[in-house]
């Protein structure tokens, strides 16, 4: 005998309609918000000339990892090898997008962090939450982002924040409670409050993990941006999905080839930051 059919989708579609239809104005006030950080970002990482521009980030990777030499030449020589294939102006808009998922995904998930390592009910509630959104797969999460937001940058960014902000909750969480109980004990003896206690011991003593979180949200930005070229995000995931329509081979890998370079960049800075 088969059991009746639970209509779990039906459902999903129909709240999905509701959002859409109830909360209009908002969705449209986030994606105003949300394009307008996107170009901004942009713009300013086109503002320089290309040579000038890889020059200023190999001079920040340099600054950051220490006065690494090794590593921002080859920041630097990266960077130019982008230019010689004409690739640039994508590989900024890429990287313009990671940065605005990035930054919505932590101001999202670091203060959810907080609260489930605070908070155990909090905690047993959203996990199985964050189980759902890793575990989902990715091109799910378009289907609703056009739904709210049309075509563009600003869908892919919701399907990227969605995708990516898990490991950051996790992270923060993790750390947070690893945190020793004597150091707590200690600064609970020297009378400090529970706010006290969470800037001064809690954050900082945590750091380390969280910024493991930040490297891991920042890398499954740049892999979801490229997904998210499905649905009108541009820059190199566009390319590739160029190159895949086309079978061309040559396309795909040189805009491949600056995905990488890109998160290599981008690895190398948060794994510095994380040291200091």
């Known amino acids: 005998m088969a059991l009746p059919r639970i209509p779990l989708g039906d459902g999903v579609e129909l709240a999905v309609e509701w959002v859409d239809a109830n909360f209009g104005g908002i969705l449209d006030l986030l994606s105003m918000v949300l394009s307008t950080l996107v170009g901004g970002l942009k713009d300013l990482l086109l503002f320089l000339p290309p040579v000038a521009m890889a020059a200023f980030i190999a001079a920040l990777v340099w600054g950051v990892s220490r006065r690494n030499l090794k590593m921002a030449t080859g920041t630097l020589l990266g960077l130019l090898l982008i230019e010689s294939m004409q690739l640039w102006s994508l590989s900024m808009e890429t990287l313009a997008l990671v940065i605005s998922s990035t930054i919505v995904a932590l101001m999202i998930g670091i203060p959810v962090g907080v609260l489930c390592s605070r908070n155990d009910t909090a905690n047993g509630v959203i996990t199985p939450i964050l189980d759902l959104m890793q575990t989902m797969p990715s091109f799910v ?72 979180g930040v490297n891991q949200c920042i890398m499954l930005s740049l892999s979801m941006v490229v997904i998210a ?41 948060t794994r510095s930051l994380t040291k200091r």
């Open 229 to 269: 070229a499905m649905i009108g995000a541009r820059g190199l995931g566009y390319q590739v999905l160029v190159g895949i329509q086309r079978v061309d081979i040559g396309t795909g890998f040189e805009a491949g080839l600056a995905i990488v370079i890109i998160a290599m960049v981008l690895d190398r800075i």
């Open 141 to 212: 999460y378009l289907i609703p982002a056009v739904i709210f937001f049309g075509l563009g940058n600003v869908p892919g960014i919701i399907a990227t924040v969605v995708f990516a902000m898990p490991p950051t909750i996790r992270l923060t969480n993790l750390g947070i409670r690893q945190v020793a109980n004597d150091l707590l004990e200690v600064a609970e003896a020297f009378g400090s409050t529970p706010r006290q206690k969470l800037l001064k011991v809690q954050l900082p003593l945590a750091m380390p993990t969280i910024m493991a």
